[in-house]
Each structure stands twice: as structure tokens, then as C-alpha cells.
């Protein structure tokens, strides 16, 4: 038998599909909430480990099924989807 060629922690730094209409929506929802930005000492990108105190806020579910088993940060205008498990960022929401 072959071994799966499936690597750990691979899946963890696939690019996360977010529809057009979804993005207006994501838009939408951090401007009418009001969600305030999170600061952190270095700036947050993709691939990187946020640390314990950066709260992470629920995906709301109008935001697309794909995206609910994440979590969220919104820091410097951006909304960033967080892998709530590792607390690693998977993709930017430009």
C-alpha cells in the first residue's frame, strides 16, 4: 500500500475560496457592527500564530458556509480569517 500523500499542516495554508458576494457582506458587517480593530505589537498576516490575548470573534453565518468554522480579527483595515485551532491566519479579506 502507498502512502497518502497528504502532509501535515498542509491543509492549514490552502487558500480559503470567498465569493464576490460574500466580501460585500463581510464589508457590510464590519462597518454597520462597528467591529473595533484589534492592536498588536507586530502586524498580523497570512501564515502567521496570533497569540492568547488576541480575541477572536465568530464568523457570522451570512458570511458563506465555507468560512464558518473560522474565526476573525479585524486589525489595520483588514479582516483577517483565523484557523480558531491554531490560531493561524489563513487568508486576508481584502
Known sequence: ????P???????HATVQ???QY??????YITE???????TREKIVVGATLPSDV?????PADWGPSLT?????YSGNRVMLVDPGSRTVV???D
Open 1 to 4: 500500500m502507498k502512502s497518502s
Open 55 to 59: 480575541q477572536l470573534e465568530a464568523v
Open 6 to 12: 497528504r502532509q501535515p499542516g498542509f491543509a492549514a
Open 18 to 20: 470567498i465569493e464576490p
Open 69 to 73: 468554522k473560522y474565526r476573525f480579527v
Open 33 to 39: 457592527q462597528k467591529i473595533r480593530p484589534v492592536q
Open 91 to 93: 487568508q486576508e479579506i
Open 23 to 28: 466580501r460585500t457582506k463581510i464589508k457590510t
